[in-house]
């Protein structure tokens, strides 16, 4: 499993747009790829876990992906939220 | 938040007629007018529109959460409708949607929106709640429906939340310190802090040294953690553990026994500390014996004095050894202009040091009132106040700053104690006027009175001293090497160290030697020991033997504790072996008259030692003899 602790910085934090973003970005990937904020792990591959994390601005979220293509799984996702999320 | 504080009754509408996506949009922006929510119903739907744009609010599982963030929005709120049939409103999945929620937030920078929305998802998440809110028959059932699972939900986080303040991986916080803060803070912290990454817990130690505070907690640390761990021989700042749960103990005790102290901590078997608006550490709440509360406080001055006597003692040095002793012999020191500037500079740095001394022993009893009243009665003990001579008679010096020290902090305690009958309205002078008057007018009466007694007993010692044959000077020179190598920085050697201060204070000749004497038994122990894991290696752990050339080191710079973890490690035979040791250095010190002026400092005040090349024999022999003891009675390891 790899992972990485990233910024959430765009204004709005992960609000619908970014998470529908976020989850058709890392879906087509096979690993499994979770959002870790507040101590509780989150399938990032599912809208509605994403929005129920309430992650705002400013947050700082675990993203793990564990799988055969986990590298490239978050090596997007980082730059995703990194990059803003869209917004 | 709850949802139901955003969604109305007037807000949901049931079996929406609507066939498309605008006319549902329509729908809901109709109840959220309706409801009062918004401004401007057709900017809002802009809003709303646009961002449909961006991307489908339908998220699967045949809902939709359309949501705008506009300035057209007057308050918060959240509308709803079903539309049992379905319709395509363009979802991930491709599936018609039939529950829909539209969320209108105003143009503003709060989190609303966001959570709102992750409150609603967390809610959604459950099919069969969605199911249960599409065949809803009325409004009131709707909201019912949403009120039930929202209760279920918070007791749900709350459930989680319990066991979750009390988290399986034991946070605790230390603060170590030290008087001299160079080896025994650093070593309970160290020992404190493996420990407890062994034990799987997570620590963080604080180590107040002699170059200032390293690793400091902060308030939220301190805040997070199950429990406390006070390892000091001095007095800390105890006032941010307030309430928390904490353990005070000794440096000595976290090194030697740093299990049973987490164990302890972790165990929640300690009780809460409650600060009594004193800094220090010894207040009558804890249970420590009074003589280690008398050793603390005494460390206290000490620790404060120690670089007065350190830059003073060695500049004075310097003097000497810069001046030219023909000039004239009754004005050693002073004779050149150079050496005159070292010496005054210095002397004046050495004057701070009975005040110093008094003032922070009295400090470390009442706290800051009891500052000022040391101070003087230090500088008492240092001019010689009597009543017949107020200018200054019969200093008393060392011991007479001890008695100050003590005298000026229970003195302040005491007046502390009698003013809390005072009138509520004298509260604010007591600090500025009462204790600093009243303290300073009684230390004084105390110090004329003390001080011809103290001084008499001071001049006696002293004419003791120097009236002793070599033969006796040598006797003293084993007596405080081998005291200084008994304990290792514990009270035997402060005791030895302190009697060392005492003699520099008087600033003659016997003084010097018995200071050199001292300085010289504190380095030979790390010596002995590097020398012997070098020339008996099968005595000694790999372990011992890698941090045995270390010891080299802290010899050479007078750091006594370096011999610490052999001692503990085998005290039977080795802490005699260093008392042989340090006690040869210490008579042969004494027997070659090698004197030092400053009392700290190890290889790096060689320059300024008197007969430097025989105190370097002395430190030579005392530490092969340290090691040849070791050779003698440590046992081999076994491997």
């Given at each position: ?10 204004e ?13 970005t ?6 499994d ?6 101590g509780?792990?989150?399938d990032?591959k ?5 929005m129920?994390?309430?992650i705002k601005c400013?947050a700082?979220?675990e993203i793990q992906c564990?799988g055969?293509?986990?590298?490239e ?11 803003g999320?869209?917004d | ?5 955003l ?7 049931l079996?929406?007629?609507a ?8 729908a809901?922006?109709d109840l ?10 057709a900017?809002?739907?802009e809003?709303?529109?646009?961002r ?14 359309p ?11 959240l509308?709803?409708i ?6 395509d409103?363009?979802s ?8 829909f929620?539209m969320?209108a937030?105003?143009?503003?920078a709060a989190d609303t ?10 809610l959604?998440?459950?099919?069969s709640?969605a199911k249960?809110l ?5 409004a009131?059932?709707?909201l019912?429906?949403?009120?039930d699972k929202e209760?279920?939900?918070?007791k749900?986080t ?5 066991p979750?303040?009390?988290p399986?991986v034991?946070?605790l ?6 008087p001299t803060?160079?080896?025994?803070t650093?070593m309970?912290?160290?020992a404190l ?7 799987g817990?997570d620590i963080?130690?604080e180590?107040d040294?002699s170059a200032?505070a ?13 429990a406390?761990i006070?390892a000091c ?5 105890m006032?941010r ?6 353990i005070i103990?000794s440096?000595k005790e976290?090194?030697h026994?740093?299990?049973n ?5 972790t165990?929640?078997?300690?009780s809460i500390?409650?600060h009594s608006?004193k800094i ?7 249970n420590e014996s009074?003589?280690?509360q008398a ?18 003692g060695?500049l004075?040095?310097?003097a000497?050894?810069?001046d ?6 009754s004005?050693?020191?002073?004779n050149t202009?150079?050496a005159a500037?070292?010496?005054?500079i210095?002397g004046t740095a050495?004057?701070f040091?009975?005040?110093?001394l008094?003032g ?6 009442a706290?800051?009132?009891?500052l ?10 240092s001019?010689g ?6 200018g ?7 011991l007479g700053?001890l008695?100050?020290?003590f005298?000026a902090g229970?003195?302040v ?20 006027l009462i204790y600093?008057?009243c303290?300073?007018?009684?230390i ?5 009175a ?7 007993l001071?001049?006696?010692i002293?004419?003791?001293?120097e009236g002793m044959?070599t033969?006796?000077?040598v006797v003293l ?11 290792m920085?514990g009270?035997l050697?402060?005791?030895a160290?302190?009697?060392?201060l005492?003699?520099?204070a008087?600033?003659n ?8 004497a001292?300085m010289v038994g ?5 010596i002995?020991i ?9 005595k000694f752990?790999?372990?011992e033997r ?5 010891n080299?080191?802290m010899g050479?710079?007078?750091i006594?504790e370096?011999?610490?973890?052999f ?10 072996s260093?008392m042989?040791?340090s006690g ?7 027997a ?5 002026r400053?009392?700290?400092?190890g290889?790096f005040?060689f ?13 030579l022999i005392?530490?092969v003899?340290g090691?040849?003891?070791?050779g003698?009675?440590?046992?081999n390891i076994?491997?």
């Amino acid at each position: 499993m790899v992972s990485q602790v990233v910024k959430v910085t765009n204004e709005q934090g992960m609000h619908m747009r970014p998470a529908s973003l976020f989850c058709q970005t890392v879906t087509p990937f096979s690993s499994d790829v979770k959002v870790v904020f507040n101590g509780t792990a989150y399938d990032a591959k599912s809208v509605m876990m994403l929005m129920s994390a309430c992650i705002k601005c400013g947050a700082e979220i675990e993203i793990q992906c564990d799988g055969p293509d986990e590298a490239e799984a978050l090596k997007k996702a980082v730059e995703l939220v990194e990059s803003g999320l869209g917004d | 938040m709850k949802i139901t504080d955003l969604l109305k009754k007037e807000g949901i509408l049931l079996n929406c007629p609507a066939t498309d996506r605008e006319s549902a949009i329509d729908a809901l922006i109709d109840l959220h007018s309706k409801v009062g929510n918004l401004n401007d119903a057709a900017a809002f739907k802009e809003a709303i529109l646009a961002r449909e744009e961006k991307g489908s609010t339908a998220i699967g599982m045949g809902i939709a959460v359309p949501h705008g963030k506009s300035a057209a929005v007057k308050t918060a709120g959240l509308t709803a409708i079903t539309i049992p049939s379905g319709i395509d409103y363009k979802s991930l999945d491709g599936n018609p949607s039939n529950l829909f929620f539209m969320i209108a937030a105003p143009d503003t920078a709060a989190d609303t929106h966001l959570e709102v929305l992750s409150k609603l998802m967390t809610l959604l998440m459950d099919q069969s709640f969605a199911k249960k809110l599409v065949e809803a028959k009325t409004a009131d059932e709707f909201l019912k429906v949403i009120d039930d699972k929202e209760a279920e939900k918070d007791k749900e986080t709350s459930a989680k939340a319990a066991p979750a303040a009390k988290p399986s991986v034991k946070k605790l916080v230390g603060v170590t310190a030290c008087p001299t803060g160079i080896a025994h803070t650093f070593m309970a912290a160290e020992a404190l802090e493996l420990k407890a990454k062994e034990l799987g817990i997570d620590i963080k130690v604080e180590k107040d040294g002699s170059a200032g505070a390293k690793d400091v907690l902060t308030a939220k640390e301190i805040e997070e953690a199950d429990a406390v761990i006070v390892a000091c021989d001095k007095n800390i700042d105890m006032g941010r553990f307030n309430g928390k749960p904490v353990i005070i103990t000794s440096t000595k005790e976290a090194i030697h026994n740093p299990e049973n102290l987490i164990k302890k901590a972790t165990d929640g078997d300690v009780s809460i500390y409650h600060h009594s608006g004193k800094i220090s550490a010894s207040s009558e709440a804890t249970n420590e014996s009074a003589g280690r509360q008398a050793y603390k406080h005494l460390m206290n001055g000490v620790s404060h004095m120690l670089p007065f006597v350190i830059g003073g003692g060695i500049l004075i040095a310097i003097a000497f050894l810069l001046d030219d002793f023909s000039i004239d012999p009754s004005n050693f020191g002073s004779n050149t202009p150079v050496a005159a500037w070292f010496k005054s500079i210095g002397g004046t740095a050495f004057g701070f040091m009975l005040p110093i001394l008094a003032g922070f022993i009295a400090q470390s009893i009442a706290d800051r009132p009891g500052l000022a009243v040391g101070f003087v009665g230090g500088a008492l003990a240092s001019t010689g106040a009597t009543f017949v001579s107020p200018g200054g008679d019969v200093p008393s010096a060392f011991l007479g700053a001890l008695v100050a020290g003590f005298a000026a902090g229970y003195l302040v305690r005491f007046m502390e104690r009698i003013c809390e009958k005072l009138p509520q309205a004298l509260e604010g002078i007591k600090p500025v006027l009462i204790y600093p008057l009243c303290g300073i007018f009684i230390i004084g009466i105390v110090m004329c009175a003390i001080n011809p007694i103290v001084g008499a007993l001071n001049a006696w010692i002293t004419a003791l001293l120097e009236g002793m044959g070599t033969g006796s000077m040598v006797v003293l020179g084993i007596l405080l090497g081998a005291m200084m190598a008994t304990d290792m920085g514990g009270p035997l050697n402060k005791a030895a160290y302190a009697f060392g201060l005492a003699s520099l204070a008087n600033q003659n000749e016997t003084g010097h030697m018995i200071m050199a004497a001292i300085m010289v038994g504190g380095m030979v122990p790390p010596i002995a020991i590097a020398l012997a894991t070098i020339f008996f290696k099968n005595k000694f752990t790999p372990a011992e033997r890698k941090s045995g050339p270390v010891n080299f080191i802290m010899g050479l710079c007078f750091i006594t504790e370096g011999a610490i973890p052999f001692a503990a490690a085998d005290p039977i035979r080795v802490i005699p072996s260093l008392m042989v040791g340090s006690g040869v250095a210490g008579a042969l010190s004494m027997a070659f008259k090698c004197t030092l002026r400053a009392p700290h400092g190890g290889i790096f005040v060689f320059p300024v030692v008197g007969n430097v090349a025989m105190y370097l024999v002395a430190l030579l022999i005392g530490s092969v003899a340290g090691c040849f003891m070791l050779g003698l009675l440590k046992k081999n390891i076994e491997d």
